[in-house]
């Protein structure tokens, strides 16, 4: 039988200037850095800023979801 | 007249092995022992986790909404 | 080049008695006391909540994006 | 072959201290009052409105279709 | 300059054994039965129902706008 | 406790040649010559209508919460 | 480290006479009969239909995933 | 008493160089082909695919409904 | 192999006294006049406005898909 | 009757450090220096951009309908 | 001229411990074992799931669209 | 102070046979060409295109948004 749990969802936007990917990573490491119990993300949105007519920025919406202690 | 008043949206996901409105008890329950001035939550979204081919857990996405102090 | 860099997206309701503009004011100044780094609002929904048959309340829930620090 | 016929759709929000199923009822039964030719009711949202620090209401935002006399 | 003026917005489910096109025509004159100043109709919906395994009725679901007299 | 109450939930679009504030007022206003009950509105879209090269009319479309009697 | 693994996701509306917990039963109950490997469902919607202005049906329209094997 | 039931929602793209209502039926006719019980269709998407400058296929995305057997 | 191609999306509002399928023509002649490579059309919304108590005019928004030359 | 006539939509993205009722009068503006036939703005998303703790810029993002010469 | 032709859309969802790019290869794979005629996939959801405070899998839910023979 | 400022926004659809994040570049690159003051883009859909049972082209759907000159 399942168990009472309860989790958070809380969202952060993640830059990098490399790509989405590695925004998810950035992203999740910051997060990890102050949440514990995260068991999952869902990309929410994924933008692209440009600066000097270049690709400067790679942007990931994503939510975080995290189990909360008892 | 109304007054000037700011209230805080924060989402979990509650678990029950016994049904949805006992995955939202247990969210409530989980929420107010850390927030204070709870008004209201809103069911987001309604799932059912299966293992071994029963149903398993039941499990409310919701938004909790509350009053912050001054 | 862009750099690393995590927001977080919150959302509060806001209310004034005045109008939508003052309550995205009165949003503002209580998020401005808790959270530094804040670089945008935006706009999810505009309410009025009405009493004795009179407007009373202008209300507008808004996502509040700030940097967090490293 | 089918025939000709028209349905209209309003929309209402009924509150009970029960349950949502319950809540479900109370908006049928009130709008069975006033309206004929009930066909069917569509879930829209499910709110829970919180006092005193215990769950008071259970409400639930509904479409109610009905037909329409010639 | 423009005036103050209020519509309506109400919504109708309408069935036609011809067409989609003949649906909103049945919808459209029984509104029109009971409201007057409609200026416009909106497709929100279109089905098809199926009986006997053939296609029986066109169902479409709209919004009808009409002026409120002052 | 909660008790046991029903709401409806009608859409109006108002219009008026001074801003969105104005054309909620003026909708609020008509609703409540026919409505009692008011407790709320939803503001769901915002139009500008231009005319002669000139911003012309403000438009809001909402909804309008008003309580059922018994 | 997670491993390469695809689900399907079909979607079912299933019926009961007593209540929309029933109802994801009998949808549960009778995808179990074709399908394995079902790891969870998601509710998409719930409707209730009348006859003879009564409560008849509980319908909740819902996602079942489950895993497809290699 | 309504009854246990379940139906399964499937999604099928149906062209016709024709129109949208002959694309409905090329749909339907070939849903007919391997699927008992069909109980009606819901449109969802409606395209027009255009070669050497000219209308070229009428194009629909709809959910076919059918009852599964007991 | 695929190659690299890049297509543009526009948005137009097409009306014609006559019915959706003729409005989609009309939409569609006018974009030919000043767009080249149009692929394809995709419908996003279908209105109908209503004069003298007489359904007018039938009003489709699609969007417009062509290849940009490279 | 109606007649036939095609209108495009266009987006744009207005910044003021008013208001957003000004942003909108500054998109306007601006687009009508360049289009002509503009008959109607519609509101797409409202933000706030805040620098040095201060909200500093009101954005609208609107769509911007304007008729297609023959 | 177009032809008539029928196509089915179905929905899986992928995972790889390496990418999403990789994700939608497994689900492509996968799919190409059972069904002939596929013609695209489309990118619906994008998460991915943690174990052990480390990113574990990408999962991609996506829809898969296939031709159906004669 | 912000300043009165006016961006466009458009949408293209760029593909590439190598992957999603080359095809935001080949949709970028092509921008670029007859678009100045682009300052950032938004994907709004990923699709990929097979041919002989194998993936042939990814696809993106995005935003390019540019500044308006005075």
Do not use: C, H
Request: charged fraction near 35%.
């Amino acid at each position: 039988m399942g168990r009472e749990q309860v989790a958070r969802v809380t969202e952060i936007i993640a830059e990098s200037p490399v790509g989405f990917k590695e925004a998810i990573n950035v992203g999740f490491t910051r997060a990890s850095k102050t949440l514990r119990g995260i068991t999952g993300l869902r990309v929410v949105e994924q933008r692209v800023s440009v600066k000097d007519d270049k690709i400067d920025t790679y942007r990931v919406r994503m939510e975080v979801i995290f189990i909360l202690d008892e």
